[in-house]
């Protein structure tokens, strides 16, 4: 099983500002990787797949990077509307793991 | 539009059984893969199972492996989770989600709103 653990589990940010979150995988999940945005009372949300591809709909301010255990989401110029938990998910190997989970908090 | 509409959920009792659907529409339900994802009161997300496109293939977490099966019913567009020998750590929303890519097992690009499984005594 690929383990998937994120950093940090809360990051404060100031609106306007840069938001950088990161997930390491357990072994190689190749560019199987996707990234969830999750609000109080909402389901989750898909922003990234296939580690640097925005979803529909998802704002370029949202972006991915990293390919085989490192991964990368940065927000950048926060909105109000961003703050929330965000998840990464690897599909590269059954079974599919989620990260526990980062916490962006206003600052 | 997409939307997935999950339903069956409630308060059970440990040990006893309980069928979680999920009817979808806006979309060809029979071209695509779809997962159940479950998250406990105040927790993270986890993945509990997915099924393929044609219900040949079936994956679950290994926590879950034997007590839970998946199912999807293309003519009605539903998918299924009948979930058996219901313990205190099944107690979570439990979501259904499409995959985001055709004839696959992948990502989930929409959810629905999920349904609640208390399991209590």
């Known amino acids: 099983e690929i383990v998937m653990t994120q950093s940090p589990a809360t990051l404060s940010v100031s609106p306007g500002e840069t938001a950088t979150l990161s997930c390491r995988a357990s072994?190689?999940?190749?560019?199987?990787l996707a990234w969830y945005q999750q609000k109080p009372g909402q389901a989750p949300r898909l922003l990234i797949f296939a580690a640097s591809t925005r979803a529909t709909g998802i704002p370029a301010r949202f972006s991915g990077s990293g390919s085989g255990t490192e991964f990368t989401l940065t927000i950048s110029s926060l909105q109000s509307e961003d703050f929330a938990v965000y998840y990464c998910?690897?599909?590269?190997?059954?079974?599919?793991?989620f990260g526990q989970g980062t916490r962006l908090e206003i600052k | 539009q997409v939307q997935l509409v999950e339903s069956g959920g409630g308060v059970v009792q440990p040990g006893r059984s309980l069928r979680l659907s999920c009817t979808a529409s806006?979309?060809?339900?029979?071209?695509?893969?779809m997962h159940w994802v479950r998250q406990a009161p105040g927790k993270g997300l986890e993945w509990v199972a997915t099924i393929s496109y044609d219900g040949t293939k079936q994956y679950y977490a290994a926590s879950v492996e034997g007590r839970l099966t998946i199912s999807r019913d293309n003519s009605k567009k539903i998918l299924f989770l009948d979930l058996s020998s219901l313990r205190a750590e099944d107690t979570a929303l439990y979501y259904c989600?499409?995959?985001?890519?055709?004839?696959?097992?992948?990502?989930?690009?929409?959810w629905g709103q999920g349904t609640l499984v208390s399991v209590s005594s």
């Open positions: 998910q690897q599909y590269n190997n059954w079974p599919i793991t």
């Open positions: 072994l190689s999940a190749s560019s199987n």
């Open positions: 806006g979309f060809a339900f029979s071209s695509y893969g």
């Open positions: 989600g499409k995959d985001g890519l055709q004839y696959s097992g992948t990502y989930t690009d929409y």
